[in-house]
């Protein structure tokens, strides 16, 4: 099982050198943390950006390899000892999504669902650094407006911060394809 998801990944993100279809692009959206994370940045909503290649598979099938950096910051300021404690999560998520077009074109609403390998860095200004390699898994959809823009939300679940912890996300966002 720990074999499997690395070959899927380097398959993944081969493909666009043998499909004819290929397009690149970039993705922005608002990070709504949910479960540990959350509880990490105080509900603090965070920002993510990323690459990605769009590879048309054809019959409205789409495998778009990604890699997102996200960051989600916090600061409080305690009234008892005058000082301010920050928080701060950042990101960089490399997977692959598959994206299935409802009307079988490269336009209109689309569910998705992938799989990516997360790299996470936890700071707090009283405790000091933590990081955490974990694989995550999405499940989202979207609508592509035309050949170039579209807008999705995600629910992303990953492990963070332990190996009984969850941390997840809901990604609300925009992404432009060349």
């Avoid at 666009?16 to 603090?44: E, H, K, M």
């Avoid at 823009?149 to 432009?176: N, P, Q, V």
């Amino acid at each position: 099982m720990k074999r499997l998801f690395p070959t899927a990944l380097a398959l993944a993100l081969t493909l666009p050198v043998c499909a004819q279809q290929t397009r690149a692009g970039v993705q922005g959206s608002f990070v709504f943390p949910q479960n540990d994370l959350r509880s990490n940045v105080d509900g603090t909503v965070g920002l993510s950006l990323g690459v990605h290649v769009e590879v048309n598979l054809q019959g409205g099938n789409e495998l778009r390899p990604r890699l997102d950096f996200t960051q989600c910051d916090t600061e409080a300021f305690h009234l008892l000892t005058f000082s301010t404690t920050r928080r701060s999560v950042h990101g960089v998520g490399l997977g692959a999504d598959y994206l299935r077009f409802v009307e079988g074109g490269r336009r209109g609403l689309y569910g998705l669902v992938g799989a990516n390998l997360n790299w996470w860095s936890a700071s707090e200004t009283a405790f000091g650094n933590t990081n955490e390699t974990a694989p995550g898994f999405r499940l989202g959809g979207g609508f592509r407006f035309d050949s170039a823009f579209s807008a999705e939300i995600t629910y992303e679940l990953f492990r963070f911060r332990s190996t009984a912890g969850t941390g997840g996300a809901i990604k609300a966002g925009i992404s432009y394809t060349f």
